[in-house]
């Protein structure tokens, strides 16, 4: 099993950072593809940026290209994402995901964190 607790998330004032942090135990995720999802009341969950366990491919989403990035630190067991340029509607609740194959195909993230609220005001 894989274990995935997120931390790092709060209430920022729009146009500020914060970086998020998901920290895996039980299993190394070293080869895992690794995916930040996040969720608004009423809406369905999307994926936001996600990151490959094999040669380091990263995916975007367009609502937050170029203000979000995914990173890992393998040795740590941790997967980040930097967001930048914060807007009231990237408020959410925001969740780490981990899973075995492909980081772009959805269905293969069957290991997820708890989520941590994220809340941006204006």
């Known amino acids: 099993q894989v274990q995935l607790v997120e931390s790092g998330g709060g209430l920022v004032q729009a146009g500020g950072s914060l970086r998020l942090s998901c920290a895996a135990s039980?299993?190394?995720?070293?080869?895992?593809?690794l995916g930040w999802f996040r969720q608004a009341p009423g809406k369905e969950r999307e994926l936001v940026a996600a990151?490959?366990?094999?040669?380091?491919?990263?995916y975007d989403a367009d609502s937050v290209k170029g203000r979000f990035t995914i990173s890992r630190d393998n040795a740590k067991n941790t997967v980040y994402l930097e967001m930048n340029s914060l807007k009231p509607e990237d408020t959410a609740v925001y969740y780490c995901?981990?899973?075995?194959?492909?980081?772009?195909?959805?269905?293969?993230?069957?290991?997820w964190g708890q989520g941590t609220q994220v809340t941006v005001s204006s």
């Open positions: 990151i490959s366990g094999s040669d380091g491919s990263t």
């Open positions: 995901a981990a899973g075995a194959r492909s980081y772009y195909y959805i269905p293969n993230y069957v290991y």
């Open positions: 039980g299993r190394t995720i070293s080869r895992f593809s």
